[in-house]
């Protein structure tokens, strides 16, 4: 069973910076997957930050963190990252680290793995 874990989450100020990362353990030694952040505010639903395929030469963002965010991967280590600047108090919510087989066919937004979600609290 493949596992998710998030790591970097934290508090910061308006205009500060983090990274999260996100490392994939448990699957095949073989194993390559499509990899992607999505958060979840409060009451709101869970929306997709950024994706990249395998190995890394597509990566689509949301429209709010453009020129914010940067997403990155390691094939080496089934990992992936979110650097995040520029952090404003509307991208506080949870972060969720989420992966799928790299040949996957389903909707963009459906994904097979997840992790249990990193807080990320901007205040202002």
């Known amino acids: 069973q493949v596992q998710l874990v998030e790591s970097g989450g934290g508090l910061v100020q308006a205009g500060g910076s983090l990274r999260l990362s996100c490392e994939a353990s448990g699957g095949r030694t073989d194993s390559r997957f499509a990899m992607a952040w999505f958060r979840q505010a409060p009451g709101k639903e869970r929306e997709l930050v950024a994706s990249?395929?395998?190995?890394?030469?597509?990566?689509e963002y949301g429209d709010s963190i453009k020129g914010r965010f940067t997403i990155t991967r390691d094939n080496a280590k089934n990992a992936v990252y979110l650097q995040m600047t520029n952090l404003k108090p509307a991208d506080t919510a949870v972060y969720y680290c989420?992966?799928?087989?790299?040949?996957?066919?389903?909707?963009?937004?459906?994904?097979?793995?997840w992790g249990q979600g990193t807080l990320v609290a901007v205040s202002s």
């Open positions: 989420a992966a799928r087989p790299y040949n996957s066919v389903a909707p963009p937004f459906v994904y097979d793995y």
């Open positions: 990249i395929s395998y190995p890394g030469k597509n990566i």
